[in-house]
């Protein structure tokens, strides 16, 4: 859900995009549905997209925080993207005469486009396009001239006043007079992507490592005796001093409480008892299946 545009040319390059991010929860043919609806225009604001996601039984979240062009390395870019199974991205790189188009799976180039001279490049679904088409034709004067700021200005003008609910009002807009290589930029840029998924990927696996050992905390049964005043734990069991990837491990315990050596500790409704008594007692310590 992007609308981006850019210009290069013989006096610099300009972009704007708006910052709009919307998430659908539902049944996959829904989710088409409802997104087919919006990329077609056939929804005016966002008023009728939450009406017909209703409709349709899928939750939508909107929000207008998503920043999708800024300076990198002396040129511009904009970037869109889909992330599912596979994380799909197409950018453009602008510089003073010059623009690249590059399309990236994952963090793999896949497509590659470079153009020189002058000219206009738009992102975007075929209904905001042809609403930002129609505008810059108003306006080719504009375009023409070459003035770079006025053209930021018309840019970020034709972004503010697009009304559908594929896009926010709230533009982010910039200019640059400079040249650049943008061969170099993409690599750098793109090993910069590699490293940012490397670390995503590092803490997806923190994450579910996490959870792993959140199921593995025991909830009910016997789990132990007391021996020399201690919770001594079957083998079944082990008990950790916090959740987190490394935690230290434990098979014997202290315990508070009226125990004594012989007493078999129960986990009952997640409260730590003496069996067949009935005494709660506690330890400081997270107890786990291993």
């Known amino acids: 859900m992007s609308v981006i545009i850019g210009y290069y040319g013989n006096n610099g390059s300009a972009i704007a995009g708006d910052k709009r991010n919307i998430l659908f929860r539902g049944s996959e043919e829904n989710r ?4 087919s609806l919006l990329y077609e225009g056939k929804l005016k604001n966002d008023e009728e997209l939450k009406e017909k996601a209703l409709e349709y039984d899928v939750n939508v979240h909107i929000t207008d925080a998503q920043d999708k062009v800024k300076k990198l390395d002396g040129c511009l870019m904009g970037e869109v ?8 991205r197409k950018r453009m790189y602008l510089s003073k005469n010059s623009c690249a188009l590059v399309k990236i799976i994952d963090d793999k180039i896949t497509e590659k486009e470079l153009k020189k001279g002058s000219g206009i490049i738009i992102f975007g679904n075929k209904h905001l396009k042809s609403l930002v088409q129609v505008e810059l034709q108003k306006n080719v004067n504009i375009i023409k001239s070459g003035d ?6 018309l840019f970020k003008n034709i972004l503010s006043n697009i009304d559908a609910p594929s896009s926010s009002n709230d533009i982010d807009s910039y200019s640059n007079f400079n040249y650049v290589n943008l061969e170099k930029v993409i690599m750098k840029d793109l090993d910069k992507l590699v490293d940012y998924r490397n670390d995503l990927k590092n803490q997806i696996i923190k994450v579910q490592k996490l959870m792993l050992i959140e199921k593995k905390i025991a909830t009910q049964g016997e789990i132990g005796y007391i021996e020399n005043g201690k919770l001594k734990l079957y083998d079944k069991y082990l008990a950790i001093d916090r959740i987190c990837e490394n935690p230290t491990l434990y098979y014997q315990i202290d315990i508070s409480g ?3 050596d012989g ?6 409704d997640n409260n730590l008892k003496v069996k067949n008594k009935d005494v709660i007692v ?3 310590k997270i107890i786990c299946n291993k």
């Open 32 to 35: 088409e549905k409802l997104e």
């Open 81 to 88: 993207k889909i992330i599912s199974n596979q994380s799909k």
């Open 148 to 153: 770079i700021l006025k053209i930021e200005k």
């Open 258 to 260: 009226d125990v004594k």
């Open 263 to 268: 007493d078999i500790i129960i986990i009952d």
């Open 282 to 284: 506690s330890v400081d």
